[in-house]
Each structure stands twice: as C-alpha cells, then as structure tokens.
C-alpha cells in the first residue's frame, strides 16, 4: 500500500513538473540585447561627431574668396649669403632681394597663442644688405586688414633686430589679429612694400 502511494506522488510530481515545463515552451522569451544594459549618456551620436570633425577640418581650409599667398603662386631664392630657399619645412621665401619674408607654402596660419588682445604672431622679414647690430629698431612698419568682413586692424608692436644661425640677419616684428579668418598683411622698409594673404584658423 506505501509503495503504491509512493508511486502515485511521483507520477504526480512529474506530471506536474511536465506541463509547467509545457507552459514555459509556449511563452515567448524575452530576449535582451546590448541597448538593454546601456547607461544613457550625453555622448553626441556617430553622426554628431562626424559633422564636427569635418566643421574642425574645414576651418584650416581657406574660403574659395580668400586669395592665399601660396608657394605655387610666387617665390623667389634670397641672396647670398642667405640659403636660396627657406630653411624650414613647409615654408618658402616670398618678395624681393628688398624685402622679404616666409610664409607657410599652404598659406595657412593655425594654432596661434590666444590673448585679449587676439591671436599672437611673430613674423621674421629680411632685406639685403641689413645688418641687425646696426640698425637693432629697423624702420620696418606691418599693418593689416581683414578682407571679405569687417574687423578691427592689427595691432602691432615695434620691429627689432635679430640674428640666428640659420637665418641670419633679420628684422622681427610681433602683431595681434582681432579675429580669425583672411588677412592681408604689409610690410613696408625703407622704399619698399611687400604684402600677402594668409588664412587665420584655430
């Protein structure tokens, strides 16, 4: 009679455990994915990102209406006992035997310092025959103005005389730009005037 009874309840146990196992088969699952775990963030989506990059980008790009001196456009080998070409990479000499300077070969000026007064640049310009120990405050006079919006115009600071190795004699002039963008910059020593047009980016 026991052994009866005990196998009774078994049967029923695993009846029992048969159909709940039935009934979970005929429920869908639910399934979880990546998404389900995600912490919301405040992180822009691929896209955003994407458009940035290429806002950043296209800011060290001159506008079609900025007419940059570039090395393509005109440049010149500076007399002895000057190195014919510039000595530095991605720069070329630009003007005459008068005057003359170096510019970037893209026309490109990026990453200058950023102060109140706006963006700091220090520009090196050469003349035959100039000597900087005997004329250490050269007559040598920069301005500049925006093209294509209006802005205030450079200020800059008075040209000092300078000397390096591999530049030798030369005259120093530092200014600030108020704004970025396209620039027309003259240089004027003694007789002669020397301008060209960089683009200014971040």
Request: charged fraction near 15%; proline fraction near 8%.
């Amino acid at each position: 009679m026991r052994r009866s009874y005990f196998l009774l309840s078994i049967l029923a146990l695993a009846s029992f455990l048969a159909g709940c196992a039935s009934s979970a088969k005929g429920q869908p699952e639910e399934t979880k994915t990546l998404e389900d775990y995600r912490m919301s963030t405040d992180v822009p989506e691929a896209s955003s990102l994407t458009e940035t990059a290429q806002t950043e980008v296209a800011s060290l790009i001159p506008s079609r209406d900025c007419p940059v001196t570039t090395a393509g456009k005109a440049s010149f080998e500076a007399p002895a006992p000057y190195s014919p070409k510039a000595p530095w990479p991605n720069q070329f000499w630009f003007g005459s035997e008068h005057l003359w300077t170096a510019l970037q070969s893209d026309g490109v000026w990026s990453g200058l310092p950023h102060n109140p007064a706006g963006y700091t640049q220090k520009l090196v310009w050469w003349s035959e025959g100039y000597i900087w120990n005997e004329e250490p405050e050269p007559a040598l006079t920069v301005t500049g103005e925006r093209l294509g919006a209006p802005a205030p115009l450079l200020t800059t600071s008075d040209a000092n005389g300078v000397f390096a190795d591999d530049m030798g004699s030369a005259m120093m002039a530092g200014f600030d730009f108020p704004t970025l963008g396209c620039w027309k910059i003259t240089g004027q020593y003694e007789k002669t005037e020397l301008s060209f047009v960089v683009w200014l980016a971040p």
